[in-house]
């Protein structure tokens, strides 16, 4: 069964994490990306970078390190429509002694680690539990399949790639490149200003007309951070508390919508529609109303 394209949403990645056993780690919108605006998240994992996709026209602004292969998780993305699962573990497996991945992610992590990077993209591809988890999270659409779309030159391709800090390093995380790439040393404390400058250098090589970039922060749960933080009473951190659990009810809301198919309800509606109109002896009139509105439009 093949892998489904995945929307660069907040939601979806919170509980996809979730989903694949991950406690303590939530995924934030960026909409502005300032060094001030990061910093205001608790203790960064990384950041996904959503961009579209073009041949590289030279080297990457980094080095690529392969010495690092055997020191970090790295995998090659070997199967379509996988990238961004794979940007987030890319973040998630090489921050283990930071978050508790749980035991499929730790059983994973503790499978591949001698594996070089295509054995590595190998073995995310065949993972049963993890590409589970990352299909459910598909829109449901009635009219193509992924499984036999062909994507041609014109199509517009989308890439996730993850920025992250290693072991005071500055990492680029991309599964279409052989190695990760390295942009030097850099401290937890610099991450935020490194990122953005990283980032808005790539940005810097598109149009200035190209917009459709999308950031995603990855990071402590906001509600840990609340009860830990010993400048607020009891009830400002259920306040604040009550604020982020409202947001995660309604993330999954969103995301049970996301997965139904809607066509058939649409469908049964109208026949039902149709019907009221011709046992009320008002379906000519509608017609006549519709190729009225028809003509007006013209």
């Known amino acids: 069964m093949s892998w489904t394209t995945l929307e660069s949403d907040a939601g979806v990645f ?5 989903n694949l056993g991950v406690s303590g780690v939530e995924v934030e919108e960026l909409y502005t990306l300032d060094e001030e605006t990061l910093r205001n998240f608790s203790d960064i994992y990384g950041i996904i970078f959503l961009f579209k996709w073009k041949k590289p026209d030279g080297k990457p602004d980094g080095e690529l390190d392969y010495e690092s292969i055997d020191r970090i998780f790295f995998g090659q993305q070997v199967i379509n429509n996988a990238c ?8 998630l497996l090489n921050h283990n002694e930071e978050i508790d991945l749980g035991s499929k992610l730790t059983e994973f992590r503790e499978f591949t680690k001698l594996l070089p990077p295509d054995l590595k993209g190998e073995a995310l591809g065949n993972s049963e539990d993890i590409r589970c988890a990352h299909n459910s999270f ?16 014109d199509d517009d391709v989308y890439h996730f790639i993850a920025y992250t800090n290693i072991n005071d390093i500055f990492y680029e995380l991309d599964g279409l490149q052989p ?7 850099c ?18 090589k598109y149009d200035a007309s190209e917009i459709r970039f999308n950031l995603m922060v990855i990071s402590k749960d906001k509600r840990l951070t609340i009860l830990n933080n010993p400048d607020l009473t009891d009830e400002e951190k259920a306040a604040s508390i009550a604020v982020e659990d409202e947001k995660r009810a309604r993330w999954k809301r969103e995301n049970q ?30 017609l006549e109303e519709a190729k009225n509105k028809y003509s007006v439009g013209k």
Do not use: M
């Not at 598909?138 to 030159?153: C, G, L, Y």
């Not at 190695?179 to 040393?185: D, Q, R």
């Not at 404390?189 to 790539?202: G, L, N």
């Open 187 to 204: 401290t937890k404390e610099e991450f935020p200003r490194r990122a953005v400058s990283t980032i808005q250098s790539r940005i810097g």
């Open 179 to 185: 190695a990760p790439i390295n942009h030097g040393t």
């Open 257 to 286: 919508l996301r997965r139904h198919n809607f066509l058939g309800l649409i469908v049964e509606l109208s026949k039902l529609l149709a019907k009221d109109r011709i046992t009320r002896n008002t379906w000519d009139t509608t």
């Open 84 to 91: 961004a699962t794979q940007a987030l573990l890319s973040v």
């Open 14 to 18: 919170t509980d996809l994490i979730e």
């Open 138 to 153: 598909a829109r449901s659409d009635p009219f193509v399949s992924d499984e036999t779309k062909v994507a041609t030159e």
